[in-house]
């Protein structure tokens, strides 16, 4: 909608008088509403409403109420602004009601900015109040909107509701006000306020005069335009005598009646008619304790018997104008008390009708506004009743209002989850800083925290934060003190008090402990070795994997031919068979066991805390294995045999030295690297034991394949020594296919050896392997070098070569 289409849409409901217009424009919920905010105020719409010739009155936003004793106009501040103006309108002219004009003649104007609102309260009794059978009231609303002043005519009729008692008195918040019943037999004079009047002895005898009088003396009469003058009103009203005066009038005093402060105006009315003086005493007494506050109570204080009563006073009270028994009062949280002819009214801080509003100064604070009413009957000895109405407007002092933070964590479910409770209806969250960082309230969906906010029956607000604990925002650290994982997050809620944009900060740090347990490898088994997979968490930096005592990195991974993937996220290592760190046990023809195992370890201490082992089932055709303790076990397929004979028995180059089980063509030898006629080849760097595999056929012994295990120099403890093999690395096997045929079975057996050949003596029939065979050279004392990794791999004309395999 363009500029000049909701002007010309605003001139044309305008024109037609409609409420429809105002209400569109002050309804927050319609689209026709939001084009009108957008290019008018309220205060201007209404000026544009006044322009048409409307009458102001809106549901919502005016309110024109008659009370027992006094007139109210209500008005939204959105309609008027900020600085609303009034006049009162008789058929003299127009007098605007000021701050000093407004005391004088029964006006109270009270801007209730908490409410929203601005309320003029105007007596019965009140300056240009046309007082017929019943009080006629006019006025104008002055508003203005960019220096043009709008004015809408403000009018209502009322009657008093009640009888009138021979005497009442009010205390309003800017003035005292007394009307007495008229039993004067003559009234001349007195409803003329222009008069002037003489003093009693002035020959005019007909004239009326006021005096004052205090405790320490007697001021002169003077005539009721004089009183005037100084601020003071006297008028005949019907059958009653009005007096009232503004607060802190020259002729007034301040007295204490039962510990309570109370300002009194002692005002006498007299006039002379020849020889007959006419009197009337028109005291105002008015307690003013601004009143205390003590443990939730607004205590506010007045004398009993400001004036004369039999027995106690009748008293009822409430707030905003309306009145309640003392019984009712008390169900609703209310306390009247008497001690020491005092009455003690306690208001609680969160009673109905009462006002709060939030302050920001160095902290959060609340203060309670009440708009007290009360009356107060007393009767005299001659019966006659005098009523006292009080309005008064308690204010607490500043009044702390914390804010209350629960912690809610839930570390079963793994979120951070902080309830900011206790918040007023005034206070509004605008942004959160989690751990320093920033964020706008309310919450973008592209963040995985949520807040959410409650309204509460008190009319309080609450806001729940919830943070998964493992987000990178929050801070995690081990301890120490609880072997736990301390996961922290430091909140700063920034809060603003409505209408206004103060802001108040709310910091509270939040930590849960998590028990810390290492972490747990998933295994798998493939065909050609083992899986593990670690998916991380948060603190799985406290650990070191190891294979045996060497930690697991990419460089150690590619070393020993495992392929390693490792993220932010995940761990994953795939351990080919035949690598380093193998052990191997129940092996046969139908396969072995491999079992590798990856150790956890602290990573401070180095001690180990759990570890990942896997054991599989494998199975090959051929394989070889060189363990760390000096055996050679070795599978091997001898279906190639020459010219296709079917061997019938195998054997290595001892005879005697068979396979620990035989399937067809497929062998299995195990045996130390010692025994069996291995001969042992000593190099630079390393050390081959060898040995080879025969095959006796019906005719032939076939010379089959030859078998070896190489060790790096560099780990091996002891070499030839008489007792023990030790090596720190398995050694490299290598089965070497067929590359010859004898005809005849070897006459001699040849130990281990290394230059020399042995014949050996048989003692006892054949077993599966012969005791170790020790050569004759004596303890070689080899130093360590530098290792040299192998490779697994196949060798040329189809040899197998296989690196670092354990043997249990």
Known sequence: MS???????????????????VKLALD??????????????????????????????????????????????????????????????????????????????????????????????????????????????????ITSYKGVDAYYALNKTCSSPLPWSPREVTCEVNYMEVSVRNELPCQ??????????????????EDWQVTFQNPDAQLPPMNLSQARQQGYIVDLVHDRIVFR???????????????????????????????????????????????????GYMIWNTPEALYPSVGKTQISFGLNG??????????????????????????????????????????????????????????????EETVLLYRRTLVTPLLSSPLVAEDQTDVENGTFSINLGKVPRDVELTSVQLNGQGFAVPF???????????????????????????????????????????????????????????????????????????????????ESGIDFKLAYRSFDYLWDFTIGSDRLTPVLAAKHGYTMSNDSQSLLLSVPLFTHGYKYTDIGLKGFLGTFTILVRDRETADIMTSAIKTCLFNTTEFIMCSTNGWMTVVVDLSAVPNGERPAHF????????????????????????????????????????????????????????????YPLASLHRLFYTLK???????????????????AVPTTVTPAKITTTVTPQITRSPSLYLAPSYPTARYIKVYRVQSQPGQFSKGPKGKLQVKKLHYA
């Open 651 to 710: 054997h290595l180059v001892n005879s005697f030295c068979v396979p620990k089980e035989v399937d067809g063509t497929r062998v299995l030898f195990s045996f130390p690297l010692h025994s069996c006629g291995s001969t042992v080849k000593l190099a630079r760097e390393n050390v081959t034991y060898q040995n080879k595999i025969y095959l006796d056929t019906s005719e032939n012994t076939v010379e089959g394949m030859t078998v070896q295990c190489m």
């Open 322 to 383: 309306n009145l309640m028994e003392q019984a009712a009062a008390v169900q609703k949280g209310f306390i009247m008390e008497r001690y020491n002819s005092t009455v003690q009214i306690g208001i609680p801080y969160n009673a109905e009708g009462g006002y709060r509003k939030s302050f920001v100064s160095d902290g959060l604070f609340e203060f309670y506004i009440f708009n007290l009413y009360l009356k107060q009957t007393s009767v005299d000895e001659r019966h």
């Open 28 to 141: 927050t919920n319609t689209s026709t509403a939001m084009a009108f905010k957008s290019m008018f105020s309220v205060a201007l719409l209404l000026s544009l409403w006044s322009t048409a010739g409307c009458d102001f009155f809106v549901e919502g936003v005016l309110q024109l109420e008659c009370h027992d004793r006094y007139f109210v106009i209500a008005v939204d501040l959105a309609a008027t602004g900020e600085v609303p103006r009034f006049e009162a309108v008789d058929g003299t002219g127009t007098y605007a009601i000021t701050e000093h004009y407004a005391a004088k003649c029964g006006y109270s104007v009270s801007i209730l900015s908490l409410l929203g609102l601005v309320e003029l309260r105007a007596s019965y009794f009140s300056c240009h109040t046309e007082k017929g059978a019943d009080f006629s009231f006019r006025f104008n609303l």
């Open 725 to 743: 093999f030790e090596s720190d690395k398995e050694g490299v096997g290598t089965i070497i296919p067929f590359v010859e045929t004898t005809k």
């Open 444 to 526: 973008s969906d592209a963040i995985a925290y949520t807040l959410t906010e409650v309204i509460h029956s008190n009319k309080s607000h609450s806001y729940t934060l919830k943070v998964p604990l493992h987000d990178p925002i929050v801070i995690q650290e081990f301890s120490k003190e609880t072997a736990a994982m301390l996961h922290k997050l430091d909140i700063n809620y920034t809060l603003i008090v409505t209408p206004g944009d103060e802001p108040y900060h709310y910091t509270i740090s939040v930590t849960a402990l998590i028990a810390v347990s290492p972490p747990s490898f998933d295994v798998v088994c493939t």
């Open 245 to 295: 005066t503004p607060y802190g009038q020259p002729d007034s005093y301040l007295t204490e009646v039962t510990g309570v402060s109370v300002e009194v105006v002692h005002a006498t009315v007299f006039s002379r008619q020849s020889w007959v003086v006419f009197m009337v005493d028109l005291m105002a007494a008015c307690s003013k304790d601004e009143g205390s506050y003590d443990s």
């Open 188 to 205: 001349s004079g007195l409803s003329d306020g222009r008069s002037t009047f003489t003093p009693l002895y002035s020959p005019s005898t």
């Open 3 to 21: 500029g000049e289409q909701v002007v010309h849409l605003c001139f044309v409901l305008f024109s037609r008088c409609s409420l429809l217009a």
